[in-house]
């Protein structure tokens, strides 16, 4: 069962490197007017030049990832300080909130209302100073971080449409993602604020949204932790749960915690057996947790997020804990997922998926969808395989 | 070809009379704490108890326009006058504009930011004061109705994410709507008021939004009425366009306008075409006009509503031109519809179907689909095809 870890992390990072990275040094840089195109078809074309917030960010902390942390080629710190420059200059309003979309040339589309915006803001501006030493984008990076930290009670602010009072809930995305982002900008932030936020995380996604009689995590509960009984509050969507797993595990690495190692590996496998089509295959986007239909209509599509971070979590599960029953998993996950989401004949991987498995839209990136999830999933997925096979292989060669 | 209108007008007339009204008497009065549980599973159970204010006016609207139009039977206006009761106590806020949705009691849950919620009460206080006589009613409608035109250049108010100046774009829905609301509250309106609505109404969906190069109706357009090459303004709603046609023949009948009558029509089988599914039949619910993925990944659904909205204005334009390809395009998705939306087992419409026809949810009723397109459907379908059948059937008996 051992053998061929090395050949799996080869997958992983020869699709990296050769198909997903070339694909978007290709296709996404806007050469005229600053920033990256995400609305790119399934061969690459783009079919909208809008420039999505979110997307631009998480394509400058891609590249400048690959550069701290694959190899400091030159073409990578370019490409990712090109997006941070328009970023800079286009991305924010005067209270430095960072806007949801932009036109082609950087004019203000859609206003601040997403404080993912920030997130991804902070988390790109943070690991391109990492790159490069720039004091200005570590300024940012900071100020980013501490803007969401004042407005993390109420991300909305006045777009907020919900009633005051009568059912507040709060939701699983942004202490999810904080978990992820204080350990990107570290060496940006106080040690003991680093800490606080640490153990706040922890605490939030284990013991606040995690609920121990079903071993599932709820996207929204009231402020004390208690399940809601509405459309928000019976929401899973077990692609967020099982992404925020790993997030927990490189957490508990950190600190060496082997109770909170096992914790979030069992959680991942728990969440992935009840989010599976036994039908279909692969991982549904959103379930009722009382088997109540839920309001999303895309709630039985299955996305490419979703199962390239469960591999993740399975991976990291399995270097971690050695439990047996994450290396099943990995091996069903990846196999509905390669069999189905890369696309050989363009290039890159498709989105979005029908619940049979067939791609229910063409593109390669689009609104949501950018140079993200794919490319930082493989990274991780190729070290942690290159991990395993260190760490299990010595141990048994010949298994 | 005309043999059988009468037997097509009983399918419509029994379903509605013998199915679908009993369901919804059955399953759907809140005897406890008034108003109207409109998230019914498949057998009729509730689902959830939240009231969502678009839906509690359309089922005042229906059970009012029912004993208005088809018979006055008291249990139907016992069940319209207790959810106008629940509405009039809880459903505004200090300022007069419409809650998104309430808890059970009435407590409110979300804002309002949706201007569809008042228009949809405007309609329900309307059709109840002509049932009831009550100034009380028709007097909500009308302040309801004169709040609407105020809020009309801005109707989420603090709740538009749009950043002023770069990109500002009009939305098809509200001047649609107010084409067939002045209709339904008529009789409480200043005669040049109602005119001069309507004439601005067809104006604006007959020569705004419908583009003559395409034949087609965007969902948005810049405020001169021009094309925006953006996710926003390259969205065709194929439902929306179709459901508008049988507005506007409804505004032709009044005026005699056979010209207009004979462009709605057109514009019917045109949309149709346009938006019909040839693999697996049935209309789509969203798509890109230049054929570029859009971002609604329920775009390939199949929503119960489009296709009743389709035969409605099909019969219409049957009835009112003659023209043969309605009554072609009539069976085709009658046939469609009836083989699959409707359940005989426990009764109403399946709502959402994926786009293989199958039901992607079991409900008969959500946070959308409440009681209204479909008995409404019904009982127009009913009537238009009565007057079909008196009209040709007198003509060639025998053919």
Redesign the interface.
């Known amino acids: 069962m051992t053998a061929g870890f090395k050949e799996y992390a080869d997958v992983y990072r020869k699709n990296l490197l050769e198909d997903v990275i070339p694909f978007w040094m290709k296709y996404s840089p806007d050469k005229e007017q600053g920033g990256y195109f995400t609305?790119l078809?399934r061969a690459g074309n783009v079919?909208?030049t809008?420039k999505f917030i979110w997307l631009q960010c998480r394509e400058v902390w891609c590249f400048s990832m690959l550069y701290n942390k694959v190899e400091q080629q030159q073409e990578w710190l370019d490409m990712a300080i090109q997006g941070a420059d328009f970023l800079r200059k286009h991305g924010r309003d005067k209270d430095g909130n960072w806007?949801?979309s932009l036109?082609r040339n950087g004019?203000?589309?859609?206003?601040a209302?997403n404080i993912f915006s920030d997130c991804f803001a902070a988390m790109a501006f943070g690991q391109l100073f990492q790159a490069t030493g720039n004091p200005e984008y570590g300024q940012i990076a900071t100020d980013t971080f501490f803007n969401i930290l004042k407005r993390q009670g109420n991300p909305k602010g006045?777009?907020n449409?919900?009633?005051p009072g009568?059912?507040p809930l709060q939701n699983f995305a942004l202490p999810m993602i904080l978990c992820n982002l204080v350990l990107e900008i570290e060496p940006l932030l106080d040690k003991q604020l680093v800490e606080d936020t640490i153990s706040h995380g922890i605490h939030t996604v284990m013991e606040v949204f995690y609920q121990q009689d079903t071993g599932l995590i709820l996207e929204n509960t009231t402020p004390e932790g208690q399940f809601s009984d509405?459309?928000d509050g019976r929401l899973i969507n077990p692609g967020h749960g099982l992404e925020a797993m790993w997030f927990i595990m490189d957490l508990a690495t950190r600190t060496n915690d082997q109770s909170l190692m096992h914790k979030a590996k069992d959680i991942t496998l728990n969440i992935l057996e009840y989010g599976w089509d036994e039908e279909h295959g692969g991982i549904f986007y959103f379930l009722d947790i009382?088997g109540?239909?839920?309001?999303q209509?895309?709630?039985?599509?299955k996305l490419w997020w979703v199962h390239i971070e469960t591999i993740i979590s399975l991976l990291k599960g399995y270097l971690h804990t050695g439990d047996p029953k994450c290396l099943e998993w990995f091996k069903k996950v990846h196999d509905y997922t390669w069999s189905r989401f890369p696309d050989p004949k363009y290039g890159e991987w498709f989105g979005?998926l029908?619940?049979q498995g067939q791609p229910?839209?063409?593109?390669k990136g689009?609104?949501w969808k950018g140079c993200f999830h794919v490319p930082r999933g493989l990274y991780q997925c190729w070290q942690t395989l290159e991990a395993i096979a260190a760490k299990y292989e010595v141990l048994s060669p010949q298994s």
């Open positions: 609305c078809d079919f909208d809008d806007y949801f036109t004019a203000p589309i859609i206003e209302y006045r777009f449409k919900v009633f009568t059912r509405s459309f009382k109540a239909p839920p309001q209509l895309e709630w039985d599509q979005y029908n619940r229910l839209l063409p593109l689009g609104k």
